[in-house]
């Protein structure tokens, strides 16, 4: 077949128009964004900045000289302020995160609450002598602890390098020695199909030879169900370290290209590359397009599966959501331990209103069957997300008409 042909036998025609009460309501109520987006790209960029809280406001929107781009040149600004601070005022009792662990543990942490929780992990890591510029290697299981950990480090100006939990010891010891992270942030374990990871077996594996790091903080999410060695003077404890500074920490202006974190690339075609994000551009970014894209609305509860570990994790699991004000749920396990129903369970018993996952976990939820999704209530379901790669027109159907019951 000629490749025009192909073309042509591939294109898809068929449009799926939201309905007009979602349209109603929408931030984002049609496609003319586009056309005054690029009127003037700039300003329109600049217009959400302003949404957002500047110590001091930029002299210039974007200085572009390939290949690198500063945003928002000469501004003051604070992540970790934007996410938490500035939204004490209305949103201090409204809960930020909606946390539950594979074995069916609970958590939820208001406003406040974080706030107070990542003032307190700030002061732990300023006390261990981090401070803006430095780098700290975060290898946690999808624990609060974690999110915590990231707006410590935001808030500090110190750049924080997730390591995805399933990744080796070697893979951990590259990403550390690369980075030159003076503070690892760790678990114990986590779970996974009810089995355990043993998160602090890798770091002290990959810290044989790893002599940039100082300090190892270790959250204990299991417990006695996982005897650790902690090596003295290296190794710490999060509880007893949070127990032993205050609650308060004033969130300092950083400099719009402050670096926010490092995030390292599979490796799979070579070295893992480390990609620099900077404060301003990444704040915006995240809070523009979470808002717009999922249209998020005060009273959501808004779910990205992702794992933290990858970029759709910080971006659309973390900080997008928290600067939108936002309610987020966090899951620690798999789609399908207990039951290939578990993330359907989650939408059902959270009232999710807005979820967001891969193409790749569509079309094995299309393998398991309709049977799952239809064992529960998925009408609070308001708008579905698919991330990290194309998504074919078989599963996007699947997905509209089975999870989105349309």
Same mark, same amino acid.
């Given at each position: 077949?000629?490749?025009?042909?192909?073309?042509?036998?591939?294109?898809?025609?068929?449009?799926?128009?939201?309905?007009?009460?979602?349209?109603?309501?929408?931030?984002?109520?049609?496609?003319?964004?586009?056309?005054?987006?690029?009127?003037?790209?700039?300003?329109?960029?600049?217009?959400?900045?302003?949404?957002?809280?500047?110590?001091?406001?930029?002299?210039?929107?974007?200085?572009?000289?390939?290949?690198?781009?500063?945003?928002?040149?000469?501004?003051?600004?604070?992540?970790?302020?934007?996410?938490?601070?500035?939204?004490?005022?209305?949103?201090?009792?409204?809960?930020?995160?909606?946390?539950?662990?594979?074995?069916?543990?609970?958590?939820?942490?208001?406003?406040?609450?974080?706030?107070?929780?990542?003032?307190?992990?700030?002061?732990?890591?300023?006390?261990?002598?981090?401070?803006?510029?430095?780098?700290?290697?975060?290898?946690?299981?999808?624990?609060?602890?974690?999110?915590?950990?990231?707006?410590?480090?935001?808030?500090?100006?110190?750049?924080?390098?997730?390591?995805?939990?399933?990744?080796?010891?070697?893979?951990?010891?590259?990403?550390?020695?690369?980075?030159?992270?003076?503070?690892?942030?760790?678990?114990?374990?986590?779970?996974?199909?009810?089995?355990?990871?043993?998160?602090?077996?890798?770091?002290?594996?990959?810290?044989?030879?790893?002599?940039?790091?100082?300090?190892?903080?270790?959250?204990?999410?299991?417990?006695?169900?996982?005897?650790?060695?902690?090596?003295?003077?290296?190794?710490?404890?999060?509880?007893?370290?949070?127990?032993?500074?205050?609650?308060?920490? =004033?969130? #300092?202006?950083?400099?719009?290209?402050?670096? *926010?974190? @490092? $995030?390292?690339?599979? %490796?799979?075609?070579?070295? !893992?590359?480390?990609?620099?994000?900077?404060?301003?551009?990444?704040?915006?970014?995240?809070?523009?397009?979470?808002?717009?894209?999922?249209?998020?609305?005060?009273?959501?509860?808004?779910?990205?599966?992702?794992?933290?570990?990858?970029?759709?994790?910080?971006?659309?699991?973390?900080?997008?959501?928290?600067?939108?004000?936002?309610?987020?749920?966090?899951?620690?396990?798999?789609?399908?331990?207990?039951?290939?129903?578990?993330?359907?369970?989650?939408?059902?018993?959270?009232?999710?209103?807005?979820?967001?996952?891969?193409?790749?976990?569509?079309?094995?939820?299309?393998?398991?069957?309709? =049977?799952? #999704?239809?064992?529960?209530?998925?009408?609070? *379901?308001? @708008? $579905?997300?698919?991330? %990290?790669?194309?998504?074919? !027109?078989?599963?996007?159907?699947?997905?509209?008409?089975?999870?989105?019951?349309?």
């Amino acid at each position: 077949m000629p490749d025009h042909a192909l073309g042509a036998f591939l294109r898809e025609n068929r449009l799926f128009p939201s309905p007009a009460s979602f349209q109603k309501q929408a931030h984002c109520k049609d496609a003319s964004v586009y056309e005054k987006a690029a009127e003037d790209r700039l300003n329109f960029w600049a217009g959400f900045a302003e949404e957002l809280f500047w110590f001091k406001k930029w002299d210039r929107i974007l200085d572009w000289k390939l290949p690198d781009a500063r945003w928002f040149v000469g501004g003051k600004t604070n992540l970790s302020y934007n996410c938490l601070d500035r939204h004490l005022r209305q949103r201090a009792e409204k809960t930020a995160i909606l946390w539950e662990g594979e074995p069916g543990d609970e958590r939820m942490l208001s406003y406040a609450e974080l706030h107070r929780e990542v003032c307190r992990f700030s002061n732990v890591l300023a006390k261990l002598g981090v401070k803006t510029g430095d780098r700290v290697t975060l290898y946690m299981p999808m624990v609060p602890e974690l999110a915590i950990a990231m707006l410590a480090c935001a808030r500090l100006g110190a750049a924080h390098s997730v390591v995805f939990g399933g990744f080796s010891a070697d893979a951990l010891r590259d990403r550390i020695n690369d980075s030159q992270s003076k503070v690892v942030v760790t678990a114990d374990g986590g779970w996974r199909r009810g089995s355990i990871l043993p998160l602090k077996a890798s770091v002290d594996q990959a810290l044989t030879a790893g002599p940039c790091v100082e300090k190892v903080v270790v959250y204990r999410r299991l417990g006695e169900k996982l005897p650790i060695e902690m090596k003295p003077g290296r190794d710490l404890e999060w509880q007893e370290l949070m127990d032993q500074v205050p609650d308060a920490c =004033e969130a #300092p202006p950083l400099d719009s290209e402050t670096m *926010l974190y @490092l $995030l390292y690339t599979s %490796g799979t075609t070579g070295k !893992p590359k480390g990609i620099v994000h900077t404060t301003g551009g990444t704040m915006v970014g995240c809070y523009a397009t979470t808002r717009w894209i999922f249209d998020i609305h005060e009273e959501d509860v808004y779910w990205c599966t992702a794992d933290i570990g990858w970029v759709t994790g910080h971006s659309y699991g973390v900080y997008g959501p928290l600067l939108n004000g936002a309610t987020l749920l966090m899951y620690e396990g798999a789609p399908n331990h207990p039951d290939n129903d578990r993330f359907w369970a989650l939408v059902e018993k959270y009232r999710v209103n807005i979820f967001y996952t891969a193409p790749t976990a569509i079309r094995t939820f299309m393998k398991w069957g309709e =049977e799952f #999704p239809k064992r529960h209530d998925l009408s609070s *379901l308001r @708008l $579905l997300g698919s991330v %990290g790669e194309p998504i074919n !027109p078989e599963a996007w159907i699947w997905y509209h008409r089975v999870i989105g019951q349309m």
